[in-house]
Nanobody, 125 residues
Framework: EVQLVESGGGLVQAGGSLRLSCEAS????????IGWFRQAPGKEREGVSCISSGDGREYYAESVKGRFTIDSDNAKNTVYLQMSGLKPEDTAVYYCAAAPWVGILTLDLYEYIYWGQGTQVTVSS
């Protein structure tokens, strides 16, 4: 059974930090890219960052570049999203998802076939 389980969300003040975790199981981790997405109330789901599990290549949305860092621990089948300099506009439910690795990093959510249940991140001003 494929599972992606997010954790690490919570309430933080603006300027603070959080580290999200995404633990994957049920598929060959190295054959997938793992992405982080977020969805704020009333808004569409948007891509935040992604990483190729096989070679560690990373990609970031412009809105988080320089503030968020993605990395993976392949021994634990886990991807992390370190979020620093958080802003109220970062408030959203954060999801991790897996896409079969085809050699190109993308934040097109339709390429991702497995999804976690999400974790809430709330940034207060």
């Amino acid at each position: 059974e494929v599972q992606l389980v997010e954790s690490g969300g919570g309430l933080v003040q603006a300027g603070g930090s959080l580290r999200l975790s995404c633990e994957a199981s049920g598929f060959t981790f190295d054959d997938y890219a793992i992405g982080w997405f977020r969805q704020a109330p009333g808004k569409e789901r948007e891509g935040v960052s992604c990483i190729s599990s096989g070679d560690g290549r990373e990609y970031y949305a412009e809105s988080v570049k320089g503030r968020f860092t993605i990395d993976s621990d392949n021994a634990k089948n886990t991807v992390y999203l370190q979020m620093s300099g958080l802003k109220p506009e970062d408030t959203a439910v954060y999801y991790c998802a897996a896409a079969p690795w085809v050699g190109i990093l993308t934040l097109d959510l339709y390429e991702y076939i497995y999804w976690g249940q999400g974790t809430q991140v709330t940034v207060s001003s």
